[in-house]
């Protein structure tokens, strides 16, 4: 059993002004995106200025922060959002969707394409590489809050989390930063470099986010609020990460199927 580090949330205390760290692995995640793209935009006959970059990332993250609170509230909490709406707005007591927040960074760069007059899946396919980073950032907040554990195991890596029992569990928050952070950043800078036909890195980001999410579901507890929904196994993360898998199958099968008809024209 690895001992539990318990960081303290908040990083910087100021008064009454208190930042935590799951806020700034935020701006570290978005910061990073934004520094990434921006070399990106310095290479010859790159369709984008510095600025549209910077217009693009500021877009999705903001779609991205509005997305990740009403997905959270929608589909984990609409019970307490029925009951209390003002808790929409209480954003210090956390909850943030990742698939929330995906329909909010696609609303985004929908916006961006339409401004610049950009395909959409143009624009889908150059972001979808920087993803990750984002999303190892955040669940590495996660951890240090010491939220969304995993199921009780004896694993030897396992912690026991504050206010989770005493029981040793997963650290399910490492396993979702490994692969939905450095293993689907790595894949998906491997084969956005292979010139793979519009539609193909956005698909297989969808195809491998969903996978290795509902893979990790099996050794997260659920919210215990909503608990199983379905076989004693499937959890709302899994359901929400089917559609993921699906659209992801058919953009790259449009993908592959377009450029080998076009090849062979």
């Given at each position: 059993m690895l001992p539990y580090p318990n960081i303290d949330p908040v990083a910087v205390s100021i008064g009454p002004l208190k930042i935590h760290w799951y806020g700034l692995m935020y701006v570290i995640g978005i910061g990073a995106a934004w520094f990434l793209a921006r070399q990106k935009a310095k290479q010859p006959g790159f369709p984008w200025s510095a600025a549209q970059v910077e217009d693009l990332i500021f877009y999705t993250a903001l779609g991205l922060v509005i997305g990740g609170r009403l997905g959270y509230i929608l589909f984990y909490n609409l019970a307490a959002?029925?009951?209390?709406?003002?808790?929409?707005?209480?954003?210090?007591?956390?909850?943030?969707a990742f698939h929330g927040g995906l329909l909010g960074a696609l609303a985004g760069m929908w916006l961006f394409a339409r401004r610049n007059e950009s395909p959409f899946f143009v624009v889908t396919d150059?972001?979808?590489p920087y993803v990750p980073i984002g999303l190892f950032a955040g669940r590495i907040g996660n951890f240090i809050n010491g939220e969304l554990w995993g199921k009780p195991t004896d694993v030897p890596w396992a912690m026991v989390f504050p206010g989770a029992g005493p029981e040793p569990r997963h650290p399910s928050q490492l396993y979702e930063a490994l692969l939905e952070g450095v293993v689907l950043f790595i894949?998906?800078?491997?084969?956005?470099?292979?010139?793979?036909?519009?539609?193909?890195?956005?698909?297989?980001?969808?195809l491998l986010y969903?996978?290795?999410?509902f893979a990790?579901?099996?050794?997260?507890?659920?919210?215990?609020?909503?608990?199983?929904?379905?076989f004693g196994w499937l959890t709302m993360g899994q359901l929400l990460s089917l559609p993921m898998i699906l659209f992801g199958t058919v953009l790259l099968g449009l993908a592959y199927g377009r450029h080998s008809t076009a090849s062979a024209a």
């Open positions: 959002f029925l009951r209390d709406p003002i808790i929409l707005f209480r954003v210090w007591e956390g909850g943030m150059f972001i979808a894949a998906l800078q491997w084969f956005s470099r292979q010139s793979p036909p519009r539609m193909a890195v956005s698909g297989m980001f969808l969903g996978i290795f999410r990790i579901e099996f050794v997260r507890l659920p919210d215990a609020h909503l608990g199983y929904l379905a």
